[in-house]
């Protein structure tokens, strides 16, 4: 890859939210050389390469729970769903990112989860009224009051 290549020549932003854990590994490194040349990222390819890199983690964290899922301890998950909100509020202060995607694995522990403490837990995160604030539910919201 070129070193003068900009942020939007380049398909890693978006592979790093694949669903193919080898689309997402060849995207880190592609970022590793891009970020590796000497040039300076202006603050929207920055914020794109931390929402890139935000779905990438999210994209871990959903493969770490499905592949040990009977291994991990309720703690564990209580502690992501604790953290769930707060991180997201915090790498998207915009409001603006697709929530529904990214709230699939809350929905997901709430319907199939192991005992009835996670699944109420993962209704909480599910109910929590700083999730009314992002754009997306405002949209859907209008569109179902039409």
Known sequence: MAASASIQETPFVKQLASSDRPTREKAVTSLQVFLASDRTLTNLELLKT???????????IEDMLVEIEGRVSDGLRYHILDVWV???GKVDEERKAPLAEILTIVVKAKETGRTKILKARAQEV?????????ATVKQESAASKA
């Open 126 to 134: 599910l109910d929590d009224e700083r999730l009314s604030t992002w």
């Open 86 to 88: 707060d991180e997201l």
């Open 50 to 60: 931390w929402k890139g890199l935000f779905f990438y983690y999210l994209k871990i």
